[in-house]
C-alpha cells in the first residue's frame, strides 16, 4: 500500500547542492502491510506527525513505500522513490530490505535514516565506499564500550561473574565486555555458557556460588534471567544479576526478580526531549510507542539537514555528519561512519513492575 502525505509547502535543498525546491520529497520505508505492520505504522505515524508539526513555515512532502521487511519490497522501494525524486530516506527496520536497497538508493547518493537497524548489513561491509547509512539507535559498539564502562565502576573491588546463552548475540557481547574489562583489570572469577529455556537455573547458579560471585552478568534472554533469579531465592543465594537491553523484552508478570540490573538506554516514552513529539503524536490520535518517537526524531533529523543544505554546501550525507541535531531523542551527532555519537546506556533497577534508574 502507497500513501502519500503532504503538508504545507517547505524549501528544502537538493542532495548535492544548495538550491530549494518547494517540491522537494522525503521518502519513508516500512512494512505497512504483513507480520510486522503494526511497528511499520508506528514508524509512518512518527515522521508523519513531524513534518505536519514542523513550525518553520515551509513544507514537505513524505512519500511512504512498503517494503513488507523482505529484500525484493526493499528493492522496489527504493526504485520507486528514485523515480519519485525523494532526497533523502527515513526508515528500514529489517536488515533484508535495506541491504537490497542500499545500491539502488546509492547509486544517487540517497541519505538513509534508519530508527532501527544498528549492525552493518552485508552491502555495507563488502564496499569500499561506505554507503550514506545513519543510525539513531545505538551500535553494537556503543552498548559494548558503555556497557563494560559502567560495569568496570561497579565491580573494582566485587567478585563478578560473565555468562552468556550461546547464541551469536550473547556470546559475542559478553566476549566484548569481557575484553573491556581485562583492559582495566578486572578478570571474571567465573565465565561460561550455560543452557537455555530451562524452568530453573539451580545447577548454574551453584556453580555461580562455589565460584564466589556475587554479581553477574547475564548475555541472554529475558526468560533465562527471570529463571536464574528463581534459582538464586530458592538456595538463598544473595546474588546481583545484571542484563543487557534484552530485559525489555515482554515478560510475565513479577518474574523478574526485584533488583535485577539492567544496562540500556532510558526508555524513550520518559526522555524530558521527547515530551512535545509525545503530545504532537497524541493530539493527532496516535500513541507515543514502539518506534513512533524515534522515528519523529528521524524526520526531525531529515527537516534539519535538508533546511540547512539550502545554505551550506555538501551533500545531504557530508551536512548529516558535521551538524549537530536536537530531536525527541536529545541531542544526535553522527560520526564518519553514520553511527550516532551518544552516551545513551543507563544503569536501571526492576522494582518488581518495571525498570527505574538506578541511583547508587
Given at each position: 500500500m502507497n500513501l502519500l502525505i503532504r503538508t504545507t509547502?517547505?524549501?528544502?535543498?537538493?542532495?548535492?547542492?544548495?538550491?530549494?525546491?518547494?517540491?522537494?520529497?522525503?521518502?519513508?520505508?516500512?512494512?505497512?502491510s504483513g507480520a510486522f505492520s503494526r511497528l511499520g505504522n508506528q514508524l509512518v505515524d512518527g515522521a508523519a506527525v513531524a513534518v505536519a508539526s514542523d513550525k518553520s513555515g515551509q513544507v514537505a512532502s513524505i512519500i511512504?513505500?512498503?517494503?513488507?521487511?523482505?529484500?525484493?519490497?526493499?528493492?522496489e522501494a527504493a526504485k520507486q522513490l528514485l523515480q519519485s525524486d525523494v532526497l533523502l530516506v527515513i526508515g528500514f527496520l529489517c536488515t533484508e530490505s535495506l541491504e537490497a536497497a542500499?545500491?539502488?538508493?546509492?547509486?544517487?547518493?540517497?541519505?538513509?535514516?534508519?530508527?532501527?537497524?544498528?549492525?552493518?548489513?552485508?552491502?555495507?561491509?563488502?564496499?569500499?565506499q561506505p554507503f550514506p547509512v545513519f543510525r539513531l539507535a545505538p551500535s553494537n559498539r556503543n552498548e559494548v564500550n558503555e556497557t563494560s564502562a559502567i560495569l568496570a565502576d561497579l565491580w573494582r573491588s566485587v567478585p563478578f561473574a560473565l555468562?552468556?546463552?550461546?547464541?551469536?548475540?550473547?556470546?559475542e557481547l559478553t566476549s566484548a565486555?569481557?575484553?573491556?574489562?581485562?583492559?582495566?583489570?578486572?578478570?571474571?572469577?567465573?565465565?561460561?555458557?550455560?543452557?537455555?529455556?530451562?524452568?530453573?537455573?539451580?545447577?548454574?547458579?551453584?556453580?555461580?556460588?562455589?565460584?564466589?560471585?556475587?554479581?553477574?552478568?547475564?548475555?541472554g534472554e529475558r526468560d533465562d534471567v527471570a529463571a536464574i533469579g528463581r534459582s538464586a531465592t530458592a538456595l538463598n543465594y544473595p546474588l546481583t544479576i545484571i542484563g543487557s537491553e534484552a530485559l525489555n523484552a515482554l515478560g510475565k508478570e513479577n518474574?523478574?526478580?526485584?533488583?535485577?540490573?539492567?544496562?540500556?538506554?532510558?526508555?524513550?516514552?520518559?526522555?524530558?526531549?521527547?515530551?512535545?513529539?509525545?503530545?504532537?503524536?497524541?493530539?493527532?490520535?496516535?500513541?507515543?510507542?514502539?518506534?513512533?518517537?524515534?522515528?519523529?526524531?528521524?524526520?526531525?533529523?531529515?527537516?534539519d539537514v535538508l533546511s540547512a543544505a539550502r545554505s551550506q554546501a555538501g551533500s545531504i550525507g557530508e551536512l548529516l555528519r558535521k551538524t549537530t541535531f536536537n530531536t525527541a531523542l536529545g541531542t544526535v551527532q553522527?560520526?564518519?561512519?553514520?553511527?550516532?555519537?551518544?552516551?545513551?546506556?543507563?544503569?536501571?533497577?526492576?522494582d518488581g513492575k518495571q525498570f527505574v534508574p538506578e541511583t547508587n
Open positions: 509547502t517547505l524549501a528544502l535543498g537538493l542532495v548535492f547542492c544548495t538550491v530549494a525546491h518547494a517540491d522537494d520529497k522525503i521518502g519513508v520505508v516500512a512494512p505497512i511512504t513505500r512498503d517494503d513488507s521487511c523482505t529484500a525484493a519490497g526493499g528493492a542500499l545500491p539502488i538508493l546509492g547509486q544517487k547518493g540517497i541519505a538513509i535514516i534508519t530508527p532501527a537497524i544498528r549492525s552493518q548489513t552485508l552491502a555495507e561491509l563488502r564496499t569500499d555468562i552468556d546463552d550461546g547464541t551469536i548475540f550473547g556470546r565486555i569481557r575484553a573491556r574489562l581485562e583492559e582495566n583489570g578486572l578478570k571474571p572469577v567465573f565465565s561460561d555458557t550455560y543452557r537455555p529455556g530451562l524452568d530453573n537455573q539451580n545447577a548454574l547458579v551453584s556453580r555461580l556460588k562455589r565460584a564466589g560471585a556475587t554479581q553477574v552478568f547475564v548475555g518474574d523478574l526478580a526485584v533488583g535485577t540490573l539492567m544496562i540500556a538506554p532510558r526508555a524513550v516514552q520518559i526522555l524530558e526531549s521527547a515530551r512535545n513529539a509525545k503530545n504532537a503524536i497524541e493530539l493527532a490520535g496516535k500513541v507515543p510507542e514502539g518506534y513512533t518517537i524515534a522515528s519523529y526524531a528521524a524526520a526531525e533529523v531529515a527537516l553522527f560520526d564518519a561512519a553514520g553511527e550516532r555519537i551518544a552516551d545513551t546506556y543507563r544503569l536501571q533497577k526492576y
